[in-house]
Nanobody
Framework: QVQLGESGGGLVQAGGSLRLSCAAS????????MGWFRQAPGKEREFVAA????????YYADSVKGRFTISRDNAKNTVYLQMNSLKPEDSAVYYC??????????????????WGQGTQVTVSS
């Protein structure tokens, strides 16, 4: 049984930082590309960042580029999202996801096979 468990969310002031973690089990983690997505109330789930199975390639939404960093530790079956210079518009439930897909498809929700339950991030102004 595949499980993805996010942690690290919370309430932070604008300009602050948070580090999200996603621990995976039940899958061959090092074979999967990993992504972070977010969903704010009343909005569709959107791509935030992704990292290739090797960790050699990373991708970011324009809205977070330069502020967020995705990384992975294959020995720990964990992917991270370091979020700096947070803005109120970053407030959302953040989900991690795992998928095996061709390069270039990292931003598509349908390319991910497994999803976590999400962790809430709230940025106050």
């Amino acid at each position: 049984q595949v499980q993805l468990g996010e942690s690290g969310g919370g309430l932070v002031q604008a300009g602050g930082s948070l580090r999200l973690s996603c621990a995976a089990s039940g899958l061959r983690f090092r074979s999967y590309n990993m992504g972070w997505f977010r969903q704010a109330p009343g909005k569709e789930r959107e791509f935030v960042a992704a990292i290739s199975w090797t960790g050699g390639s990373t991708y970011y939404a324009d809205s977070v580029k330069g502020r967020f960093t995705i990384s992975r530790d294959n020995a720990k079956n964990t992917v991270y999202l370091q979020m700096n210079s947070l803005k109120p518009e970053d407030s959302a439930v953040y989900y991690c996801a795992a998928g095996i897909y061709p390069s270039g498809s990292y931003y598509l929700l349908k390319m991910y096979d497994y999803w976590g339950q999400g962790t809430q991030v709230t940025v106050s102004s």
